[in-house]
């Protein structure tokens, strides 16, 4: 099993949809929990952490972490054509490296 | 601007040719790290350093070297390439070991052929 798991896609939804982008990891050490945005031809960055459990909200973004079942969540509401992207999801823990674990991005695309 | 910057953005090379990708950045950052990108598989860490003159191995160093002489440098070597090397590579850089924010350089797609 791979530590980070995210669901492969690709995803198309209409202007004004509400999409949910999800991740499983099976590493209980994960304490910081990330979600990247990456436009075609450019560099991840990085869009919202969470620590630990729970929510979190910028915007039309919503990050949720459910440590029990090692499952986080990206919500977009309103979605845009602008959020166009590939989101990666990413967990690291506390430590020497607290390098990057990250899952294998999904490609979204919104239709106008 | 703050930025990560990285040369050459695009490279074709030949099985063998050294090469260096280089990678600065300007916001004066402890920690810098490579990364390379695959269909499939996503970004794998290839080096870290948590500082200049401290550098370690991330999870796919097999081929790769790196030095940190100063701190805003840090750059890739190939010392000699073989086509599964063939990736889109990212350095990214954060303020020190234990910050979130990581900040990705805008990535260099190697070619090996």
């Known amino acids: 099993q791979k530590e980070v798991e995210q669901d492969p896609g690709p995803l198309s939804v209409p202007e004004g949809a509400i999409v949910s982008l999800n991740c499983t990891y099976s590493?209980?050490?994960?304490?910081?929990f990330m979600w990247y945005r990456q436009y075609s031809r450019k560099g991840p960055e990085l869009l919202m952490y969470?620590?630990?459990?729970g929510n979190k909200e910028d915007g039309r973004f919503t990050a949720q972490v459910d440590k029990s079942s090692k499952y986080i969540s990206l919500f977009i509401r309103d979605s845009q054509p602008s959020d166009s992207a590939t989101y990666l999801c990413?967990?690291?823990?506390?430590?020497?490296?607290?390098?990057?674990?990250f899952g294998k991005g999904i490609t979204l695309s919104v239709r106008p | 601007e703050a930025q990560v910057t990285q040369n050459p953005r695009y490279l074709i090379t030949v099985t063998g040719k050294k090469l260096t990708v280089t990678c600065s950045q300007n916001?004066?950052?402890?920690?810098m790290s490579w990364y390379r990108q695959d269909p499939g598989l996503g970004l794998r860490q290839i080096y870290y350093?948590?500082?200049?003159?401290?550098?370690d191995k991330g999870d796919v160093p097999e081929g790769y070297k790196v030095s940190r002489k100063e701190k805003r440098n840090f750059p890739l070597i190939l010392e000699s390439p073989s086509p599964n090397q063939t990736s889109l590579y990212f350095c990214a850089s954060k303020r020190t070991v234990t910050y979130n924010e990581q900040f990705f350089g805008p990535g260099t797609r190697l070619t090996v052929l």
């Open positions: 990413a967990m690291s823990i506390t430590g020497a490296n607290s390098k990057l674990t």
């Open positions: 350093s948590m500082n200049v003159e401290v550098t």
């Open positions: 590493n209980s050490a994960f304490q910081y």
């Open positions: 969470t620590y630990s459990s």
């Open positions: 916001m004066n950052h402890e920690y």
